[in-house]
């Protein structure tokens, strides 16, 4: 995932690069297990138009609870594309 590439690096610029490849390999691995009714390429988009989000709500709301919005959102992200049981 995303964070443990990202815990590795040593600079900003070590972190931007982490980042961009466990995202990357997230998505990869992530489309081929969503829902039918979900495009991958569609859910990727989504996704990565939620965590754009969630980085101006982390810029602009000082006070925000990180923990908790993190958690709520990949709940959200998660319910959305599991697939029924």
Do not use: K, W
Not at 9 to 27: N, W
Not at 49 to 56: E, K, N, S, V, Y
Request: glycine share 6%.
């Amino acid at each position: 995932m995303v964070r443990p590439h990202a815990g590795q690096a040593a600079s900003d610029a070590d972190t931007l690069r982490a980042y961009v490849e466990g995202s990357i390999a997230f998505y990869d691995t992530a489309s081929n297990s969503c829902r039918p009714d979900f495009a991958p390429r569609t859910v990727a988009i989504i996704l990565r138009d939620l965590l754009a989000g969630a980085l101006l709500r982390l810029l602009g709301t000082p006070d925000l609870d990180v923990d908790g919005y993190t958690r709520e959102l990949a709940v959200l992200c998660l319910r959305s594309v599991e697939l029924p049981s």
